[in-house]
């Protein structure tokens, strides 16, 4: 036995240095990954399936407060947001082009310009829920690697504001997967420290082939970390037509 | 507008709406959706003297009443037709009932680009909210300012127009809209007329409009807003027209308190500037600051001309001569500013974390007499359709401040809106 011993440390020895090498390369080789250009473009075409497209978003207020919206989207930068309840709401519509936005209350026959910042309800801002692409908005200021969760790589990416249309300063948005989930974004405000919201992508379904979240959780850190659900349903490809799109046809929306 | 104009003017529409359909197009086919609001409302109103109105029943406000205001709205479309209407009641405790139509008209669209209309409906240009010169034909005193300021652009009545809007690009429109001088639709105003035209100024994040119109005071303007970042908004409104707005009063030398009305001159150019800016905290208080040129305003020797006939005539309570030269005053002075230089500021402030409860307080400050208005509401929202709200207003300033002669109006108004 005696003679054993140092065989079985050297084994040991082996055995430590073989996984911590292992460990490292898996490391190294999910660094790898993390620093793939085009992160963000994968997660934008999986939070938008198409050029064209529409659906229907449901968001529900800490006080259990909903507003049923319809959403339009064209391209990555022109968006169509009407409410369709609750009927204090209904028919007020949002536009937005690339970093313009507009909105129109029924009834006022007037479409006035508004800051991007507005809100819809509860947790949830107007470019929340229409600015379908980050890469619109935020580039990619550094990248990390997190531990795998179940054999996927994990990503940190950190966003920085790119347009004037940037609601936020800086984004730290999770990514799991080879095509590049949204899981968890943190949105900050511009001193880059204050966090603002935690927005947790869920609900994954397959649609238009791949798997796409239905489901945004905001969590409002400046209410108490009060939560607004945002639920997406009613997926369709349609072509909205370009005068659509102009603040002059805002009142004409079905 | 009187009642039987109105029929007049419906039984016109409906008219034309069926020369234009298609005979095979039944009720049924119609896309139609019918939406409104029910207020009903308490108002305690403490109309008082003062040295323009000797006699508060003269302005013809009620103390207490309570009004419900019911306002229907209905949209219908079938092809390339669309029909849109608003009616607006009112039934106060005094049995004293009102019915407006205040839109009616029918949109025919050419393609998806090209829209032809007829009928009665409301335009509106600019961004301002305190006082909005780019609204070239709406006379402010038909707003009522105690509603809140998305309900005072909707429940007000429009005017009857041929209409025609082309939308070129999703960045630039074209409008033209024609009011004619036909008895029986003019709504007792001359032959007017609007050109449009509306620009998204790419890269700038701003809009702008270039407006031509033909009214009694014909002129142009234009109209320029502007995101920056995101929360804040600039925007600007300045409109130049041929012929002055008010009248001058002229006093006579004999100092009887009798004046002589030197309407404005026709032949100058005057300008009407609104500057505002708006800024949204991340919380989700509104701010607004606004600041208003009007040229057509009385300068002060206007002013001082005008306080020494009101105080002339300051006993029109017990003399005849003074009682109609303080009514002829007020008529000259009826309008909604008087002065050349303003300030409008505005703050909305949600003070409940689900945003259901906001407290808005606006004022409109003259800055020649340091006199202005003041409105505090605070709204409730109690489920999806249900709305409680307290408003407050009154005056500041010296007894003979533009603010303090006019309105001389400090009421509460507790309301409930329904909406359906």
Same mark, same amino acid.
């Given at each position: 036995?005696?003679?054993?011993?140092?065989?079985?440390?050297?084994?040991?020895?082996?055995?430590?240095?073989?996984?911590?090498?292992?460990?490292?390369?898996?490391?190294?080789?999910?660094?790898?990954?993390?620093?793939?250009?085009?992160?963000?473009? #994968?997660?934008?075409?999986?939070?938008?399936?198409?050029?064209?497209?529409?659906?229907?978003?449901?968001?529900?207020?800490?006080?259990?407060?909903?507003?049923?919206?319809?959403?339009?989207?064209? %391209?990555?930068?022109?968006?169509?947001?009407?409410?369709?309840?609750?009927? *204090?709401?209904? %028919?007020?519509?949002?536009?937005?082009?690339?970093?313009?936005?507009?909105?129109?209350?029924?009834?006022?026959?007037?479409?006035?310009?508004?800051?991007?910042?507005? *809100?819809?309800?509860?947790?949830?801002?107007?470019? &929340?829920?229409?600015?379908?692409?980050?890469?619109?908005?935020?580039?990619?200021? &550094?990248?990390?690697?997190?531990?795998?969760?179940?054999?996927?790589?994990?990503?940190?990416? *950190?966003?920085?504001?790119?347009?004037?249309?940037?609601?936020?300063?800086?984004?730290?948005?999770?990514?799991?997967?080879?095509?590049?989930?949204?899981?968890?974004?943190?949105?900050?405000?511009?001193?880059?420290?204050?966090?603002? #919201?935690?927005?947790?992508?869920?609900?994954?379904?397959?649609?238009?082939?791949?798997?796409?979240?239905?489901?945004?959780?905001?969590?409002?850190?400046?209410?108490?970390?009060? @939560?607004?659900?945002?639920?997406?349903?009613?997926?369709?490809?349609?072509?909205?037509?370009?005068?659509?799109?102009?603040?002059?046809?805002?009142?004409?929306?079905? | 507008?009187?009642?039987?104009?109105?029929?007049?003017?419906?039984?016109?529409?409906?008219?034309?709406?069926?020369?234009?359909?298609?005979?095979? +197009?039944?009720?049924?086919?119609?896309?139609?959706? +019918?939406?409104?609001?029910?207020?009903?409302?308490?108002?305690?109103?403490?109309?008082?003297?003062?040295?323009?109105?000797?006699?508060?029943?003269?302005?013809?406000?009620?103390?207490?009443?309570?009004?419900? /205001?019911?306002?229907?709205?209905?949209?219908?479309?079938?092809?390339?037709?669309?029909?849109?209407?608003?009616?607006?009641?009112?039934?106060?405790?005094?049995?004293? &009932?009102?019915?407006?139509?205040?839109?009616?008209?029918? @949109?025919?669209? $050419?393609?998806? *680009?090209?829209?032809?209309?007829?009928?009665?409906?409301?335009?509106?240009?600019?961004?301002?909210?305190?006082?909005?010169?780019?609204? +070239?034909?709406?006379?402010?005193?038909?707003?009522?300012?105690?509603?809140?300021?998305?309900?005072?652009?909707?429940?007000?009545?429009?005017?009857?127009?041929?209409?025609?809007?082309?939308?070129?690009?999703?960045?630039?429109?074209?409008?033209?809209?024609?009011?004619? &001088?036909?008895?029986?639709?003019?709504?007792?105003?001359?032959?007017?007329?609007?050109?449009?035209?509306?620009?998204?100024?790419?890269?700038? !994040?701003?809009?702008?409009?270039?407006?031509?119109?033909?009214?009694?005071?014909?002129?142009?303007?234009?109209?320029?807003? #502007?995101?920056?970042?995101?929360?804040?908004?600039?925007?600007?409104?300045?409109?130049?027209?041929?012929?002055?707005?008010?009248?001058?009063?002229?006093?006579?030398?004999?100092?009887?308190?009798?004046?002589?009305? =030197?309407?404005?001159?026709?032949? =100058?150019?005057? !300008?009407?500037?609104?500057?505002?800016?708006?800024?949204?905290?991340?919380?989700?208080?509104?701010?607004?600051? @606004?600041?208003?040129?009007?040229?057509?305003?009385?300068?002060?020797?206007?002013?001082?001309?005008?306080?020494?006939?009101?105080?002339?005539?300051?006993?029109?309570?017990?003399?005849? +001569?003074?009682?109609?030269?303080?009514?002829?005053?007020?008529?000259?002075?009826?309008?909604?500013?008087?002065?050349?230089?303003?300030?409008?500021?505005?703050?909305?402030?949600?003070?409940?974390?689900?945003?259901?409860?906001?407290?808005?307080?606006?004022?409109?400050?003259?800055?020649?007499?340091?006199?202005?208005?003041?409105? /505090?509401? $605070?709204?409730?929202?109690?489920?999806?359709?249900?709305?409680?709200?307290?408003?407050?207003?009154?005056?500041?300033? %010296?007894?003979? %401040?533009?603010?303090?002669?006019?309105?001389?109006?400090?009421?509460?108004?507790?309301?409930?809106?329904?909406?359906?």
């Amino acid at each position: 036995m005696m003679l054993l011993k140092p065989f079985f440390s050297s084994l040991t020895l082996f055995a430590v240095l073989f996984v911590s090498f292992i460990f490292i390369a898996n490391s190294s080789l999910a660094m790898a990954n993390c620093a793939e250009p085009n992160l963000l473009e #994968k997660v934008d075409a999986i939070r938008g399936p198409a050029e064209s497209f529409q659906f229907q978003v449901k968001i529900t207020d800490p006080n259990g407060s909903n507003a049923t919206l319809s959403v339009r989207i064209k %391209g990555q930068a022109k968006n169509l947001i009407r409410y369709i309840a609750p009927p *204090r709401s209904k %028919g007020r519509t949002l536009l937005f082009v690339n970093d313009n936005m507009w909105v129109y209350i029924p009834g006022s026959r007037q479409v006035l310009r508004i800051s991007p910042g507005q *809100r819809i309800l509860g947790g949830a801002a107007s470019a &929340d829920i229409a600015r379908i692409a980050f890469g619109l908005d935020y580039q990619v200021i &550094d990248t990390e690697a997190l531990p795998d969760n179940l054999g996927e790589r994990r990503c940190l990416l *950190r966003l920085g504001r790119y347009s004037d249309a940037a609601i936020y300063d800086t984004i730290e948005l999770i990514i799991a997967g080879e095509e590049a989930r949204p899981i968890e974004a943190v949105f900050f405000a511009s001193s880059g420290k204050r966090k603002l #919201k935690t927005a947790y992508y869920e609900g994954y379904q397959s649609l238009f082939e791949q798997n796409r979240p239905t489901i945004l959780r905001i969590v409002d850190h400046l209410n108490d970390d009060e @939560e607004t659900i945002v639920e997406y349903s009613n997926y369709q490809l349609t072509a909205t037509p370009d005068a659509w799109f102009n603040p002059a046809y805002l009142k004409r929306l079905k | 507008m009187s009642h039987k104009r109105a029929n007049r003017l419906v039984l016109l529409v409906i008219f034309f709406c069926y020369l234009l359909m298609p005979f095979s +197009v039944s009720a049924e086919e119609w896309d139609m959706s +019918v939406d409104g609001h029910a207020e009903y409302r308490f108002e305690n109103n403490q109309p008082r003297q003062t040295p323009l109105i000797f006699s508060p029943t003269i302005i013809g406000v009620e103390e207490s009443q309570t009004v419900l /205001t019911p306002v229907l709205a209905i949209q219908a479309y079938k092809e390339a037709f669309s029909v849109f209407g608003q009616i607006r009641g009112e039934h106060d405790g005094e049995q004293k &009932d009102r019915l407006e139509l205040d839109e009616f008209f029918i @949109e025919y669209a $050419l393609n998806s *680009r090209h829209f032809l209309s007829v009928g009665r409906r409301t335009i509106i240009h600019g961004q301002s909210l305190g006082i909005n010169p780019a609204d +070239v034909f709406l006379n402010r005193l038909d707003v009522d300012a105690t509603k809140s300021v998305n309900r005072q652009r909707i429940e007000i009545q429009g005017q009857n127009m041929l209409g025609w809007e082309m939308l070129v690009n999703s960045q630039l429109s074209l409008s033209g809209y024609w009011m004619p &001088d036909i008895k029986a639709v003019s709504q007792d105003r001359p032959d007017r007329a609007l050109l449009a035209v509306s620009y998204v100024l790419p890269g700038m !994040n701003a809009d702008t409009n270039f407006l031509i119109f033909d009214d009694e005071q014909p002129g142009a303007g234009g109209t320029f807003s #502007k995101s920056i970042g995101q929360s804040t908004l600039f925007y600007v409104e300045a409109i130049f027209h041929q012929g002055r707005k008010l009248d001058a009063l002229i006093p006579e030398q004999n100092g009887s308190g009798s004046f002589l009305i =030197k309407e404005g001159d026709k032949s =100058k150019i005057f !300008n009407r500037t609104s500057i505002g800016i708006s800024y949204i905290f991340s919380s989700n208080i509104v701010t607004n600051f @606004e600041y208003y040129h009007d040229d057509n305003g009385y300068g002060e020797r206007e002013w001082d001309d005008i306080q020494s006939l009101i105080y002339a005539n300051r006993d029109a309570a017990t003399n005849r +001569v003074s009682h109609r030269n303080q009514l002829s005053l007020n008529k000259q002075l009826r309008h909604f500013t008087l002065r050349r230089d303003y300030g409008f500021s505005r703050i909305e402030v949600p003070i409940s974390k689900q945003q259901n409860r906001k407290v808005e307080i606006a004022i409109l400050h003259n800055f020649h007499d340091n006199s202005g208005v003041f409105n /505090t509401r $605070l709204e409730q929202e109690f489920s999806e359709t249900f709305t409680a709200g307290l408003y407050l207003s009154d005056s500041y300033g %010296g007894s003979l %401040g533009e603010f303090e002669l006019r309105s001389g109006l400090p009421s509460a108004h507790l309301y409930l809106v329904k909406t359906f």
